[in-house]
C-alpha cells in the first residue's frame, strides 16, 4: 500500500488522488509511520504547497499536512525532525493567498495550524507573526466553522511567548491581555455602533487599547453594517472560546466587566429613535442576532463561572429581566421568527442560572414577574374579538352574517407555526419547573394557587387535543415538562390549597395508558408513584398479607 501511495503521490498528475488515498490511510487509528515514508510522503506535500495546486486540491493538501503532524508525535526522532525541517515551512504556505478562494482549503489550513500550535508551542515563535496575519484575514469571515476554528487558534496562540517576553511575569499577562482586548473591541462596536444611552456605556473602556485589527470598510450602509456585525459575533464567538478552553495559566475572568457589556448591548431595541444616522439604522436589523449572541455569551460565563456570579445576582436579574421584557417589541414589528430564538435563549438562561445557584439564585425577587411572563407564553388568552362569517342569503330576507361563540388563542398562535409555538412551550415549562424548584418556596401562597390552576388548565386543555397533530415529538416533549412542573408545584413545602387529587391521577392514568410516546407512558408512571405518597399518604399504611 504504501509503494502505491508513494508512486500515486510522485506524479503531478494523478496527485490529488493519491492525497485522498494517503488521508484514508493516515486515518487509522492503529498505524504507525516509518521514517523514510513519513519523510517522503512530507516532503511531496510540502512541494505541493504551490499555487496551482493549491487551486485544484489545497484542502487535501492541508488536510494530509495535519494528519501527518499528529502522525508523527508517536515517534520522537520523527517529532522532532519535523519541527526542525519543516515547521518553518508550514509558516511559508500561509501566505498563499489562493488559500482563501475556498473555504475548505481554510478549514484544512486552520486545522494544520491547531496542531502545530498544539505539539510544538515552544519551537513556533518565530512563526507566531505569519499566523497571527493569516488569522486576521478570517476576522470577517462568515462561514461559522472557520470563525469557531479561528478562534480556538487565537487562543492557542496567546500560549505562545513573543519575541519580546522572556519571563514569568509576562506570561501571567498573557490571557489578560487577550481578555481585555476581546472586550474592548466589544466595548468600542457597542458605542459607536448602537444607539445607547450614556448611562448604559461602560467607562472603563479605552478605544485606544485596541490593537490594530481595523477592517476595510465598504462605502455601501448596508454592507458596511454587515461587515460591523460579523466582526461583532466573531469577536463575541472568540471569548465565549476563551471562556469555555483551558488555558496555560490561570484564568482571571473580569465578570462585572463582561456583565456590563451584555447588558449594554441588550438594552438596545429597534424602536429607540435616539440616533437616526444611516449606519445606526442599517444595524438596526442585525440586533435581534446580536441580542442572541450576547445571551450565549452570559449562559458561557454562567457556565464556566458557576457560584463564583453570586455576588452580581442584582445585575444577572436585571439583564434577564429586560431581555424578557424587550422580546415583546419584536412580536409587536411581526418578527415572530425573531421573537421565538431570542425568547428561547432568555429563558434557557434563566432555567440555567437557576440549576446552577438553585435556591441562591435570588430569582425570587423577580420570581412572580417571570412566572407571569412564562404563562402569558403558554395560556390561552381569551379575547373580546368576535369573527364575523359572511354567508349568501338563502330564502331569508337580508340575514347575511352570523356571529360564532367567542374564541380562545394564545397571541403567538397568530404569528408562530406548530413547530415553533411547541419548541417555545417546551422551554418555558422546562424553565418554569427550574424556577419553582429555586424560588417556589418563596412565593405567596395565593399566587401559587394561580399557578396551580393555570397548569391545572393546561393539563386539561391537552388531554382534550386531539393526538393526531404535526409535530408529535415536540407535543410529548411539552407535556413530559407540565407534568414534571406541576408534580414539583403539587410537592413544594408551602403548597397551601389541597389539590382535587382525583384529577391529576386520572389524568396521568390516562397518559401512562394511552399515550403513543413510550418515554411519555414510562415518566407518567414514575410521576405517579412519586405524586401518589403524597395525596393518598393514608395507603403508605396499608400492609397487604
Not at 493516515?26 to 495546486?53: G, P
Not at 408513584?529 to 403508605?540: I, N
Request: charged share 20%.
Amino acid at each position: 500500500m504504501e509503494q502505491i501511495l508513494t508512486s500515486t503521490l510522485r506524479k503531478r498528475k494523478t496527485r490529488g488522488f493519491g492525497f485522498r488515498l494517503l488521508i484514508c490511510y493516515l486515518k487509522k487509528s492503529d498505524l504507525q509511520l516509518a521514517e523514510k515514508n513519513a519523510n517522503l510522503w512530507l516532503t511531496i506535500t510540502f512541494q505541493s504547497c504551490n499555487i496551482t495546486e493549491i487551486r485544484l486540491y489545497g484542502d487535501l493538501i492541508f488536510s494530509s499536512m495535519a494528519l501527518l503532524i499528529q502522525k508523527v508525535q508517536h515517534d520522537g526522532a520523527l517529532s522532532k525532525a519535523f519541527a526542525t525541517t519543516y515547521l518553518a515551512k508550514v509558516f511559508e504556505t500561509l501566505s498563499i493567498n489562493e488559500i482563501y478562494e475556498n473555504e475548505r482549503c481554510i478549514l484544512a489550513a486552520l486545522k494544520t495550524i491547531k496542531r502545530c500550535l498544539k505539539y510544538y508551542p515552544r519551537a513556533i515563535k518565530s512563526g507566531k507573526v505569519q499566523i497571527e496575519k493569516f488569522l486576521v484575514n478570517l476576522l470577517g469571515s462568515s462561514n461559522s466553522d472557520v470563525v469557531y476554528q479561528t478562534g480556538e487558534c487565537w487562543l492557542l496562540l496567546q500560549n505562545i511567548r513573543g519575541a519580546f517576553n522572556n519571563g514569568n511575569i509576562n506570561d501571567k499577562c498573557l490571557w489578560r491581555e487577550y481578555q481585555l482586548k476581546l472586550l474592548n473591541h466589544l466595548d468600542f462596536i457597542i458605542q459607536n455602533n448602537f444607539s445607547i444611552s450614556e448611562d448604559t456605556i461602560d467607562s472603563s473602556a479605552n478605544s485606544n487599547t485596541l490593537d490594530p485589527l481595523a477592517i476595510k470598510l465598504a462605502t455601501d450602509p448596508l454592507e458596511r453594517a454587515a461587515q460591523i456585525f460579523r466582526r461583532f459575533k466573531n469577536i463575541v464567538v472568540f471569548l465565549k472560546i476563551a471562556l469555555s478552553k483551558p488555558f496555560i495559566n490561570k484564568k482571571l475572568i473580569y465578570t462585572q466587566r463582561i456583565l456590563r457589556i451584555i447588558q449594554s448591548g441588550l438594552a438596545v431595541h429597534t424602536g429607540r429613535k435616539t440616533n437616526t444616522q444611516l449606519d445606526h439604522v442599517c444595524f438596526l436589523r442585525y440586533l435581534p442576532e446580536v441580542k442572541i449572541q450576547l445571551l450565549e455569551l452570559l449562559e458561557i460565563l454562567i457556565d464556566v463561572c458557576y457560584t463564583h456570579l453570586r455576588m452580581d445576582f442584582r445585575l444577572i436579574l436585571n439583564i434577564l429581566l429586560d431581555s424578557l421584557e424587550n422580546t415583546k417589541t419584536l412580536l409587536d414589528e411581526g418578527n415572530a421568527t425573531h421573537f421565538v430564538n431570542v425568547r428561547l435563549i432568555v429563558y434557557r438562561v434563566i432555567t440555567l442560572w437557576c440549576a446552577t445557584l438553585q435556591e441562591g439564585s435570588h430569582c425570587d425577587i423577580i420570581s412572580e414577574t417571570l412566572i407571569k411572563e412564562i404563562l402569558s407564553d403558554i395560556l390561552p388568552q381569551r379575547t373580546n374579538m368576535s369573527i364575523s362569517v359572511i354567508k349568501k342569503p338563502i330564502n331569508r330576507g337580508n340575514q347575511i352574517s352570523k356571529c360564532p361563540p367567542k374564541k380562545s388563542f394564545s397571541v403567538l398562535e397568530l404569528s408562530l407555526g406548530n413547530e415553533d409555538k411547541e419548541l417555545l412551550h417546551k422551554e418555558a415549562y422546562h424553565c418554569l419547573h427550574k424556577l419553582l424548584s429555586s424560588s417556589g418556596h418563596l412565593l405567596r401562597v395565593s399566587f401559587l394557587k394561580d399557578v396551580h390552576n393555570s397548569l391545572l388548565e393546561i393539563c386539561s386543555r391537552m388531554h382534550s387535543e386531539p393526538m393526531n397533530k404535526q409535530h408529535l415529538p415536540a407535543v410529548w416533549n411539552c407535556r413530559l415538562e407540565v407534568y414534571n412542573a406541576f408534580v414539583f408545584l403539587l410537592k413544594s413545602r408551602n403548597n397551601g390549597c389541597p389539590p382535587p387529587s382525583e384529577i391529576f391521577i386520572n389524568l396521568f392514568n390516562e397518559s401512562s395508558l394511552l399515550d403513543k410516546s413510550i418515554e411519555l407512558r414510562i415518566n407518567s408512571k414514575i410521576l405517579i408513584e412519586a405524586l401518589e405518597p403524597s395525596l393518598h399518604p393514608l395507603k403508605t399504611d396499608i400492609n397487604f398479607k
